[in-house]
């Protein structure tokens, strides 16, 4: 499981003033984290980053018509046109861009040989039917659920880097942040950031505007709001769907793939649709949190500072106390200023993950205000963050953070026990954001809690967090 401590980022590390960045258009990338955003190449026709539109676009158009040319020419698996195609698409780990699902060291290898065979067939079988849409590549998470959508950003990343490159060279001029060549044969220069033992890492920066949280292929429910206008195609998908009284994630994405792969002219229709419905994470909406998680790792860590002194050296019961007041903290953010605003958009609850990245930002500068010598390390890959805080081998606590309207109960009896046997740990922590969906869910883990106390057991805690909309601050003032 990738965790990460102590977050850095890329404006923080050049000494650039908050927002320099997003004011350009691109994202301000972490240094030793990803970003679980992705490159979506359907998005670099509608960049207004000129340099994106113009020429990456045409650089991804020319070496995917490439591509597809070789495999049309292919008369079976193996022969000199496939083998050439095999090495245009390559799926190797590109230059760092701070997206994907990369823990800390952002580091990474080659994909499976068995993914670049796998679309090498689908886009035979596309070629086939006589699409030649460069852009197809970008729906391969639609056809082959082992084609993730890490893939489909760094193949297209690896495509357009030349593009990249410029843009982010030109930033970097226009800021004053110090360049170097790569390799002494690269056109362009990038900046790089020290990770330790003599070791460097070149950063590319990307536009914010062709990016998404996750490509549609993901979420069965994008895929009918995208084909909804496509009268045709959803009732081609449909009549595949037919007969089957209960329809499951795996049947819909199926029932898709069959109608997109019947002939030539539905798939060009579906592509069309997912083209047109395709659009950038939205950095208003902000449905992850990225941006107020930046917000407050930047802000003045003054404001986190308490009278209270900590001492650690009491072992894991001085750590809980030490969470509790990060939790706490996180608590009076939420209920007694504006930061419930940063979890919902458009009269929604946004998605776990932020309240969960707003939490470790919050916790982060509050041990660093008040000198506390422990980080949390909260695991960043694909599925849900828990966060530890450890001091030595043996002091460790955990916190597990939940949606009001997910699953508490299994989360408290049975998702943090989990956590804790694997850290080797009694201690932890159960924070829920309760949206006022929380219904009888507090009383059933509180019973459980009480029922395991009674027994002679070690039951965690269990902290709930008003995350309801609210006045502002001033106006409740």
Not at 334 to 358: F, M, T
Request: charged share 30%; hydrophobic share 35%; glycine share 8%.
């Amino acid at each position: 499981m990738a965790r990460v401590q102590n977050p850095i980022l890329f404006s923080s590390y050049f000494g650039l003033k908050p927002g320099v960045l997003e004011a350009s258009g691109l994202i301000d990338p972490f240094l030793n984290v990803d970003t679980q955003l992705f490159i979506d190449p359907t998005l670099l026709e509608k960049s207004s980053n000129e340099i994106i539109k113009e020429k990456a676009l045409s650089a991804f158009r020319k070496h995917f018509s490439d591509f597809l040319r070789l495999l049309e020419i292919s008369e079976r698996e193996g022969d000199a046109a496939w083998k050439a195609a095999r090495r245009l698409l390559d799926l190797s780990e590109p230059a760092d861009n701070g997206l994907g699902y990369g823990g800390s060291g952002r580091s990474g290898s080659s994909r499976p040989e068995a993914i670049r065979e796998t679309i090498l067939r689908t886009s035979k079988e596309i070629v086939t039917l006589g699409s030649k849409d460069p852009e197809m590549l970008g729906l391969m998470g639609f056809f082959e659920e082992n084609v993730g959508p890490d893939t489909i950003s760094d193949f297209t990343t690896r495509v357009i880097v030349e593009q990249l490159s410029e843009i982010t060279e030109n930033f970097c001029l226009t800021n004053g942040i110090p360049t170097s060549d790569k390799d002494g044969q690269s056109k362009f220069s990038l900046p790089s950031f020290a990770f330790g033992r003599g070791k460097k890492k070149y950063v590319l920066l990307v536009p914010s505007d062709i990016v998404r949280e996750l490509p549609i292929s993901n979420d069965p429910s994008e895929i009918y709001q995208a084909i909804s206008f496509n009268q045709k195609f959803r009732e081609k998908v449909n009549s595949f769907l037919a007969g089957h009284e209960k329809i499951t994630t795996i049947e819909r994405k199926e029932a898709v793939r069959k109608a997109a792969l019947e002939s030539v002219d539905l798939f060009s229709s579906f592509l069309k649709s997912i083209k047109d419905y395709n659009q950038a994470y939205s950095q208003d909406d902000d449905p992850l949190g990225y941006r107020r998680l930046k917000e407050v790792l930047q802000s003045d860590i003054k404001t986190f500072k308490v009278d209270k002194k900590f001492d650690l050296s009491g072992g894991p019961e001085k750590i809980l106390e030490v969470v509790h007041e990060t939790i706490n903290a996180f608590r009076q953010h939420v209920e007694n200023g504006n930061l419930w605003e940063a979890l919902w958009a458009n009269g929604i609850p946004k998605k776990e993950r932020a309240s969960q990245l707003i939490y470790f930002a919050i916790a982060d500068c509050f041990c660093k205000a008040n000198d506390i010598d422990i980080s949390p390390e909260a695991n960043m890959g694909g599925g849900p963050i828990d966060f530890k805080f450890s001091k030595g081998y043996e002091a460790r606590v955990l916190v597990e953070m939940k949606r009001s309207n997910g699953t508490v109960k299994h989360g408290y009896e049975k998702q943090l026990e989990f956590y804790k046997e694997a850290a080797k740990t009694s201690f932890g922590i159960f924070v829920i954001i309760d949206y006022g969906d929380l219904g009888n869910k507090l009383l059933t883990i509180q019973k459980i809690r009480s029922e395991r106390l009674e027994a002679g057991e070690v039951a965690s805690d269990i902290v709930v967090i008003d995350a309801t909309q609210k006045q502002s601050a001033s106006k409740r003032a």
